[in-house]
């Protein structure tokens, strides 16, 4: 970037720098008469985008994964007159079989109990993967669990809408903890889409809703668990002590403001 002149544009300086995930970016500091801050901007380059849209990738890939293994496994389960449950289904107070707790999500009691949970569990496994996989499998591992346990101590059973719920719980809340305005706006989007699925938390014959409310309150545990714990940005740009007019010194620096400002923007 070229430097300014004159007293209108005043003094603008430009160097490298460093974002928080490492990423290259140009600043542009511009002054006016006396040395004060006008403006300044940033030129941030690709880099952070591939990287959301690479987690955007594995996310669906995950998924895509998730669904095909549980299809495949009742196929061979209906095929084997779902002697697969019998073996591997939780099994209520069964120490012997708890754990089960593990296997019980990727089975189903029929068609119409696989297709039910498909959609949804591709729909909120991949919403709440697509911003890192690695926490995503943490994620699931402790709905698994707390819808799992909920089950064991209570009626049993076989499904993946316990980690449905687990998931759903854990988008709702993402986005608060996380300070995150994209991700508020999308958990209410999703509470508002399916709000009719919490007609399968009160107590319904044949339905074991036991394992729902484990998953949701699991979710919205790891929401907290795993929420993002970057420090917070320091205060605006401000001229350091004994910083001469029309240079780019900051005690703050405009690198912290603007992690300051993207974060009040939920970015």
């Known amino acids: 970037m070229g430097n300014g002149s004159g007293p209108e544009s005043g003094a603008t300086s430009t160097g490298p720098v460093t974002s928080g995930g490492g990423n290259s970016a140009t600043r542009a500091i511009t002054r006016g008469p006396g040395g ?17 849209l690479a987690e955007a990738r594995k996310a669906l890939f995950v998924m895509v994964g998730f ?33 089960n707790i593990m296997t019980a999500p990727f089975l189903h009691v029929s068609w119409d109990h696989i297709e039910s949970n498909s959609g949804p569990l591709f729909i909120f496994g991949f919403l709440a993967a697509y911003r890192g996989v690695t926490k995503f499998l943490g994620v699931t591992l402790l709905v698994i669990l707390t819808s799992g346990f909920a089950a064991w101590f209570t009626q049993g059973g076989v499904g993946a809408s316990g980690v449905v719920f687990g998931y759903f719980g854990y988008i709702m809340v993402r986005g608060f903890f996380d300070r995150h305005a994209i991700d508020m706006i999308l958990g209410v989007v999703m509470a508002l889409s399916f709000y009719y699925s919490f007609a399968v938390l ?58 300051k400002q993207l974060d009040d923007l939920g970015l």
């Open 202 to 259: 009160l107590p319904t014959p044949g339905i074991g809703w036991q394992d729902h409310i484990g998953g949701l309150v699991g979710g919205i545990a790891a929401g907290w668990i795993f929420r993002d714990r970057r420090p917070k940005a320091a205060p605006g740009p401000r001229p350091s002590r004994g910083a001469a007019p029309g240079t780019s010194t900051f005690a703050g620096g405009p690198r912290a403001d603007l992690h």
């Open 36 to 52: 004060k801050v006008k403006r300044w901007t940033w030129d941030l380059g690709v880099a952070d985008a591939e990287t959301a």
């Open 67 to 99: 669904i095909a293994l549980i299809w495949i496994l009742q196929v061979f389960n209906w095929a084997d007159g779902y002697r697969l449950n019998s073996e591997f289904a939780i099994q209520a107070h069964s120490i012997s079989k708890l754990g």
